[in-house]
C-alpha cells in the first residue's frame, strides 16, 4: 500500500506574507517541514503542491519534489486533490506547510489507521490540550466516541466540565490528515457545510456528510506559524537543537 506525503504550500498568507520561505535557523520554513517528512517510515515520497513558481524553484532546489498546481484553490485540500487526480498512491497524508516542528513519528501515526482498516477514509491526530489551550479558539478540540473515531470539533472547550471536579481530558487536534485517495477526491468535491462554515473547520464537512474520521492519541504536539510570535518560538527551539 503506498503512502505519499503532500505539503500545500503558498505565498500569500495573511498574517505572515512569504511564510513558506521564511528564515528558520539557516534553512526556509518549506524546508524543515519536507525534512521532517523525509523522515517518516510510512511515506513512499513527499512533495510540496504549490500554486507559486517561487516556492517550486526553492523546493527544487534543495532535492525536493515541487508540483505547480491552480492558484484559484480555496484550500490546502483542494490543492491536494489536484495533485492526488495524478498520482496512484493508495493513502495521501496532508502535512501543513507552516508546521516546521512536526515530528515524523506523527506523520507515520496518521498514516497507520488507513494501513491497517481498508474501510476507513480518513484519520488525524490529537494530543492533551494544556490548560491555556483549552479555551482558546485558535486550538481546534476535539471529542471522539468509544471507537476512536471523531463526534466533532469546536473552537470552544469541548466536553464542557458541568461538574468541575470530574476529570475530563481536553483533546487538541493536530491539523495534519491521512486520506484514502479517492476519498480525498471525493472530499473536495463536496459543497462546503453549515457547522464548517460556523466553525471555520473544513474537517466539519467530512462529519456533516456521513463519515468518520479516526483520531490517534499522540503525546507529542506541533506548533503551526501563524504570527510573527509563533516563528520566533520556532526559531529559538529549533536553533537550540542545532546548539544541541
Same mark, same amino acid.
Not at 51 to 66: L, S, T, W
Not at 115 to 135: F, N, V
Given at each position: 500500500m503506498q503512502v505519499v506525503g503532500i505539503i500545500p504550500a503558498r505565498l500569500a498568507a495573511v498574517r505572515?506574507?512569504?511564510k513558506p520561505l521564511l528564515d528558520i535557523a539557516g534553512k526556509p520554513m518549506i524546508w524543515w517541514v519536507w525534512h521532517n517528512a523525509k523522515q517518516a517510515k510510512t511515506l513512499a515520497e513527499v512533495m510540496v503542491a504549490t500554486?507559486?513558481?517561487?516556492?517550486?524553484?526553492?523546493?527544487?532546489?534543495?532535492?525536493?519534489?515541487?508540483v505547480l498546481t491552480s492558484p484559484a484553490h480555496r484550500s490546502g485540500t483542494e490543492?491536494?486533490?489536484e495533485v492526488a487526480q495524478g498520482l496512484t498512491a493508495d493513502i495521501i497524508v496532508n502535512i501543513q506547510g507552516d508546521e516546521p !516542528?512536526?515530528?515524523? &513519528? $506523527?506523520?507515520?501515526?496518521?498514516?497507520?489507521?488507513?494501513?491497517?482498516?481498508? +474501510?476507513?477514509?480518513?484519520?488525524?491526530?490529537?494530543?492533551?490540550?494544556?490548560?491555556?489551550?483549552?479555551?482558546?479558539?485558535?486550538?481546534v478540540k476535539a471529542v471522539v466516541d468509544r471507537a476512536g473515531n471523531a463526534l466533532y470539533f469546536s473552537r470552544a472547550r469541548i466536553p464542557y466540565p458541568r461538574d468541575p471536579s470530574a476529570p475530563a481530558v481536553v483533546y487538541k487536534h493536530l491539523g495534519i490528515y491521512a486520506y484514502r485517495r479517492d476519498f480525498l477526491l471525493q472530499y473536495?468535491?463536496?459543497?462546503?457545510?453549515?457547522?464548517?462554515?460556523?466553525?471555520?473547520?473544513?474537517? !466539519?464537512?467530512?462529519? &456533516? $456528510?456521513?463519515?468518520?474520521?479516526?483520531?490517534?492519541?499522540?503525546?507529542?504536539? +506541533?506548533?503551526?506559524?501563524?504570527?510573527?510570535?509563533?516563528?520566533?518560538?520556532?526559531?529559538?527551539?529549533?536553533?537550540?537543537?542545532?546548539?544541541?
Open positions: 505572515l506574507p512569504n500554486p507559486d513558481e517561487e516556492i517550486a524553484q526553492v523546493v527544487r532546489g534543495f532535492g525536493g519534489i515541487a490543492r491536494l486533490a !516542528l512536526m515530528p515524523p &513519528e $506523527n506523520i507515520d501515526a496518521v498514516a497507520q489507521p488507513l494501513i491497517d482498516d481498508p +474501510s476507513l477514509p480518513m484519520s488525524s491526530l490529537m494530543c492533551p490540550a494544556t490548560e491555556d489551550e483549552k479555551d482558546k479558539p485558535t486550538a473536495a468535491s463536496m459543497e462546503p457545510t453549515p457547522l464548517e462554515q460556523m466553525e471555520v473547520l473544513e474537517q !466539519l464537512r467530512v462529519l &456533516e $456528510n456521513g463519515y468518520h474520521i479516526r483520531m490517534v492519541r499522540v503525546e507529542q504536539t +506541533s506548533i503551526g506559524v501563524d504570527t510573527e510570535e509563533d516563528l520566533e518560538r520556532v526559531r529559538a527551539i529549533l536553533a537550540s537543537r542545532q546548539e544541541g
